[in-house]
């Protein structure tokens, strides 16, 4: 098992920055992809970004060029987001893929508002 924890979240105005952070416990080791995931009131969970265990990285469009995922180590997955708007409020969940099965954290709320 895969337990991963969010923080960073909080309330930012619009252009601002936020840095989520994750942190992986338990059965850390040959976790392929961490990565970041939001859900939006009302819409779908979409991914943000994510980083693979060689450093490849995935950003959705409409985050491209405003945020950026780094894994320093095994166990924490950071997400630097910049230039904030108000469609990034949403829930920002951290996700594990080990061995084709997918970990969840709890999530942690972000709001972009004036």
């Known amino acids: 098992q895969v337990q991963l924890v969010e923080s960073g979240g909080g309330l930012v105005q619009p252009g601002g920055s936020l840095r989520l952070s994750c942190a992986a416990s338990?059965?850390?080791?040959?976790?392929?992809?961490l990565g970041w995931y939001r859900q939006a009131p009302g819409k779908e969970r979409e991914l943000v970004a994510s980083?693979?265990?060689?450093?490849?990285t995935k950003y959705a469009d409409s985050v491209k060029g405003r945020c950026a995922i780094s894994r320093p180590n095994i166990t924490n997955v950071f997400l630097q987001m910049t230039s904030l708007k108000l469609e990034d409020t949403a829930v920002y969940y951290c996700n594990g893929l080990r061995y084709g099965v997918q970990y969840w954290g709890k999530g942690t709320q972000v709001t972009v508002s004036s």
């Open positions: 338990g059965m850390i080791f040959s976790i392929n992809v």
């Open positions: 980083i693979t265990s060689g450093g490849s």
